[in-house]
């Protein structure tokens, strides 16, 4: 299967950037969508930014203008430029990994990276 790991989470003040990495391994498997969740304490997990292979995108209202994904085909790896962050941001951030295998798509998650925005 694919495994997936974040890193890059941290504190930062009101207004500072931040920059997540997302690395997806998986022997045989060719990655599709790469996506980038966020989950406050005490709410839902969302959806905040998605970019698929050949590139197109697409964002959380809330990010918008902000946040910038990308991605390296090469290396497997998809990036969450953070830039203004606001408290609000504050959440851990979850990388989403679309492969295909045995004729479905499927899905994996690595174990989030912690982002904390100060006042």
């Known amino acids: 299967q694919v495994q997936v790991v974040e890193s890059g989470g941290g504190l930062v003040q009101a207004g500072g950037s931040l920059r997540l990495s997302c690395a997806a391994s998986?022997?045989?498997?060719?990655?599709?969508?790469m996506s980038w969740y966020r989950q406050a304490p005490g709410k839902q997990r969302e959806l905040v930014a998605q970019?698929?292979?050949?590139?197109?995108?697409n964002y959380a209202d809330s990010v918008k203008g902000r946040f910038t994904i990308s991605r390296d085909n090469a290396k497997n790896t998809a990036y969450l430029q953070m830039n203004s962050l606001k408290p609000e941001d504050t959440a851990v951030y979850y990388c989403?990994?679309?492969?295909?295998?045995?004729?479905?798509?499927?899905?994996?998650w690595g174990q989030g990276t912690r982002v904390t925005v100060s006042a």
């Open positions: 989403n990994a679309e492969f295909y295998s045995d004729r479905a798509y499927k899905y994996s």
């Open positions: 970019i698929t292979i050949i590139g197109s995108t």
């Open positions: 998986g022997s045989g498997f060719s990655i599709n969508a």
